[in-house]
């Protein structure tokens, strides 16, 4: 695939570009503090309301063993996020950009069509993932909650007025409450911590078991968000680091560690659902449950505390709201990045937004509200298909010496980073054609 030749004139998110200063100092600690964020907003797509299906199945009915597959699928995920934060900062360009400056117009469009199918239907997980909540908390009928979770788009666009700080500082007091309520679920649930540390060793029954081999590609097809890609790739640039080589050496370390620190804590979320599944369900002889609706019901019932189910129902609320903000900001950056159109901030993440709601609201008018189990799986496949497609261009630019200069990835990284990539394909293509056999037999 030849590497065209072409200059991109502005950035995406004009309005928070290079917005936030670096201060001149030799302190580890300020300087970590001020690249600290974008990490966070990356952070949010491994814990959305997407993966949680998937996690609450493995715990269910396997116990504690595949907190290993999480393990490795956040390493995956750590190694790709830092790709991204090594283009956008050597590089001044989002994934988005590198596409269309570096790939023919044909190839380009393409992918950008991919890239707006792959976030309206990221964008619909999350918005049905808040919708479930609303239902469940306060009893709001699911077509109504749909249309509720419009109003965030308000919201994030009177919080980066004041500044990407604000967004950012939201989004980790999200984050930061999904851990609050899983810790504490975790309590009621009193796991078995022997249980959880042989959990995250290597089995060979993993591959052994076709149900175990199906739910652990599962986790991994859904935990590399193909949208964050794009995210990270660009927000990394809201930091106004100076142009020199040294200076983006020095924002390459500290951008990478926090989306390293970021989604090692998306690890630990992650885990705990999964724990809270398998010591309150698997051992309880309810390894049948596999649907977010169904967990939220039984919690408080085997658990024997009131407010379990409640709690359950906030960190699913706080996850799909945290997971639509960052959606709503992919679909601004992939737009104006591909495309070069400059649309109104408002504008495009209301487009973004209906683009989600409309086939939401028509499967619960037309099919009832139990259609959501089977249309939160079919944003899962549609995100399998399009990972291949961002995670290749992203490791094909990181390693080319002609775009990224002395920043290019080198040997030992570039090796490791196809590595995954192809593991990436080759798991989601399996999970994909497994989905599909499914459909087709049931």
Known sequence: ????????????????????????????????????????????????????????????????????????????????????????????????????????????????????????ACDLAEVLGSAIALQLLFG?????????????????????????????????????????????????????????????????????????????????????????????????QTRAWQPTTEKRWEAIKFGTIDSTFALCFALLINSAILIVAAATFHFSGHQDVAEIQDAYQLLSPLLGVNAASAIFGLALLASGQSSTLTATLAGQIVMEGFLNLRLKPWLRRFLTRIIAIVPALISIIYFGEKSTSNLLIFSQVILSLQLSFAVVPLVMFTSNRRLMGEFVNPWWLKSLSWLVAIAIIILNAWLLLQTISGWLSG
């Open 1 to 120: 695939m030849p590497f065209l030749e072409n200059t991109a004139k502005k950035p995406s998110l004009p309005e928070v570009y290079r917005s936030i200063k670096i201060p001149q100092t030799k302190s580890f600690w300020r300087k970590i503090l001020a690249y600290a964020g974008p990490g966070y907003l990356v952070s949010v797509g491994y814990i959305d309301p997407g993966n949680w299906a998937t996690d609450i199945a493995g715990g269910a009915k396997f116990g504690y063993a595949l907190l290993v597959v999480i393990m490795l699928s956040n390493l995956m995920a750590i190694l790709m996020q830092s790709l991204c934060v090594r283009l956008g900062v050597a590089t001044g360009k989002d994934l988005a950009q590198a596409c269309r400056d570096y790939f023919s117009p044909r190839v380009s469009f393409g992918l950008w069509l991919l890239c707006e199918i792959a976030i309206a």
């Open 140 to 236: 709001i009928p699911l077509s109504w909650g749909v249309c509720i979770t419009a109003l965030d788009v308000f919201g994030l666009l009177l919080l980066q007025k004041k500044g990407f700080r604000y967004t950012e500082a939201l989004v980790i007091m999200l984050v930061g409450t999904v851990s609050l309520c899983f810790a504490v679920e975790m309590m009621f649930s009193r796991p078995d911590w022997g249980g959880i540390l042989l959990g995250y060793t290597p089995k060979v029954e993993i591959l052994q078991n076709p149900g175990m081999l199906y739910i652990a590609i599962g986790i991994l097809g859904a935990t590399v968000m193909p949208h964050n890609l794009y995210l990270h790739s660009s927000i990394v």
